[in-house]
């Protein structure tokens, strides 16, 4: 709408994606939202509509900064597991969370899921292999919060 | 307490028994298409509402009706703020709509997956 805001949205949407990401879409609350973005609630559903919208603007956020990061690396593979699940954390709630009851949020965690594809399929490889690669390596992020070092990937990078 | 319906290309709220007195209000018919969103917020009640311009706050019990702030005018029909769910609205008489309603959460969802991506 070009009006200024009288904030960053930028920095209020980084703020909320952090707060996502830990706490999950429904254990943040509105009031969590102001304290971390420093955002009054009036100017917050002025400019996103509601917790949803805020939700759906923190994730698209993820996915161009933190998922692009990771998908244009030098070697997407090691750079995905080297981040320790840390780094890719919103991306595996939302899908854990929110992908199967909102379109939204689905469309948003696709697109995550296919620059991943993309970045991890090796020169004329079969598309199939790679989004299998993209699901193992998630995988792996999922299996390390309960078990760290159990299981590595090495095998799955080894056979590439 | 309202009802909330959501009738054709419509969001119906209706408010029921003597809220209608204290909010001067019987009911609200609004295009989906300008309704941005809908969020369970109980903690909204706590906040500052605006200049009352019609309506009653009694703090602790009810605030209804018609409120004035820098960002418009803001409807409102609460009494247990547990169940308060906040309704921003685009080109409409409202900018915003609090009110009660009986599952906060599933009615936020229901609204949004209803209205028309603007």
């Known amino acids: 709408m070009g009006r200024p805001r009288g904030f960053d949205e930028r920095l209020a949407v980084a703020a909320a994606a952090e707060l996502f990401a830990g706490r999950s879409y429904d254990g943040t609350s509105v009031d969590d939202l102001v304290s971390a973005t420093g955002v009054h609630r009036g100017s917050l559903y002025k400019t996103f509509g509601s917790k949803r919208g805020l939700y759906l603007a923190a994730l698209r956020h993820h996915v161009d900064q933190d998922v692009t990061r990771i998908a244009q690396s030098a070697d997407p593979a090691r750079a995905l597991l080297g981040s320790g699940g840390e780094e890719l954390g919103f991306l595996l709630l939302a899908a854990a969370e929110r992908a199967a009851v909102d379109d939204e949020v689905a469309a948003e965690v696709g697109r995550a899921l296919d620059l991943l594809d993309a970045a991890l399929r090796p020169a004329g490889a079969d598309p199939a292999r790679a989004a299998d690669l993209t699901a193992a390596l998630l995988g792996l992020l999922l299996r390390a919060r309960a078990q760290p070092g159990r299981a590595t990937g090495a095998t799955l990078l080894v056979s590439q | ?118």
């Open chain 2, 1 to 118: 307490m309202a009802r909330i319906d959501i009738t054709g290309d419509a969001l119906v709220i209706t408010l029921e028994g003597l809220d209608v007195l204290w909010a001067l209000k019987k009911r609200l018919t609004i295009p989906l298409a300008h309704v941005r969103g809908a969020t369970p917020d109980p903690g909204i009640v706590r906040g500052f509402k605006g200049v009352r311009t019609k309506g009653t706050n009694m703090p602790g019990v009810i605030v209804a009706g018609t409120f004035r702030t820098g960002e418009g005018r803001i409807f409102w029909n609460v009494r247990d703020a547990a169940k308060a769910v906040v309704i921003e609205l685009a080109d409409e008489e409202y900018t915003r709509l609090v009110i009660e309603a009986p599952d906060p959460r599933a009615t936020a969802d229901r609204i949004e997956r209803a209205r028309t991506p603007a």
